[in-house]
């Protein structure tokens, strides 16, 4: 079973900057043929979209939240997928998840969580006031 595993998270002042890593875990997986994603989850609230990077990633998208102050960015050589926040706010505070979705187009995001395959449990970033 493929799964991803999120690190980066933790505690950081408004303002400040945090950079996500997500690389997977377990089997040998080639993030290649995948889209990557990040949502995030805060308690109470519905998981949201946050950032989508195409396979080549020569193609980003951005939820209007973030636009300007996050950075999706893909290494393949390394199957590793990247979110760079950067001006934290107290409302990114959230349980924050990265996620691959099998694309055949090299230059195709998705913000819809059902095409997401493979997911992983997510790190926690807390933004204080």
């Known amino acids: 079973q493929v799964q991803l595993g999120e690190s980066g998270g933790g505690l950081v002042q408004t303002g400040g900057s945090l950079r996500l890593s997500c690389a997977p875990s377990?089997?040998?997986?080639?993030?290649?043929?995948?889209?990557m994603g990040w949502f995030r989850q805060a308690p109470g609230k519905e998981r949201q979209f946050v950032a989508a990077?195409?396979?080549?990633?020569?193609?980003?998208d951005y939820a209007d939240s973030v636009k300007g102050r996050f950075t999706i960015s893909r290494d393949n050589a390394k199957s590793t997928a990247y979110l760079q926040m950067n001006s934290l706010k107290p409302e990114d505070t959230a349980v924050y998840s990265c996620?691959?979705?099998?694309?055949?187009?090299?230059?195709?995001?998705?913000?819809?969580?059902?095409?997401?395959?493979?997911w992983g449990q997510g790190t926690q970033v807390t933004v204080s006031s």
């Open positions: 990077i195409s396979r080549n990633g020569e193609l980003t």
């Open positions: 996620a691959a979705a099998q694309r055949l187009l090299l230059s195709t995001t998705t913000r819809n969580i059902a095409d997401y395959n493979y």
């Open positions: 377990g089997r040998t997986f080639d993030i290649d043929s995948y889209s």
